[in-house]
Nanobody, 116 residues
Framework: QVQLVESGGGLVQPGGSLRLSCAAS????????MSWHRQAPGKERELVAT????????NYADSVKGRFTISRDNAKNMVYLQMNSLKPEDTAVYYC?????????WGQGTQVTVSS
């Protein structure tokens, strides 16, 4: 059974940093590309960052490029999102997802609130 559990969200002031973690289980983690997405209130879920199965290639939404970094540890079945220089518009529920072919499996999400 594929399971993804996010953690690390919380309340942070503008300009601050957070590191989100996603623990994966129930599948061959190293065979899956992984991604982080977010959904703000009243908005559609949007792609934030992706990383290939081996970790050799990453991509970012323009809105987070230069501030966020996605990484993974295939030995620990973990994927991370380091978020720096956070802005109020980064406030959202953040989800990790496992991707293979046409299949995408979601975690339950973790809330990130950027406010003074």
């Amino acid at each position: 059974q594929v399971q993804l559990v996010e953690s690390g969200g919380g309340l942070v002031q503008p300009g601050g940093s957070l590191r989100l973690s996603c623990a994966a289980s129930g599948f061959t983690f190293s065979s899956y590309a992984m991604s982080w997405h977010r959904q703000a209130p009243g908005k559609e879920r949007e792609l934030v960052a992706t990383i290939t199965s081996g970790g050799g290639s990453t991509n970012y939404a323009d809105s987070v490029k230069g501030r966020f970094t996605i990484s993974r540890d295939n030995a620990k079945n973990m994927v991370y999102l380091q978020m720096n220089s956070l802005k109020p518009e980064d406030t959202a529920v953040y989800y990790c997802a496992a991707n293979r072919g046409w299949t995408r499996t979601w975690g339950q999400g973790t809330q990130v609130t950027v406010s003074s």
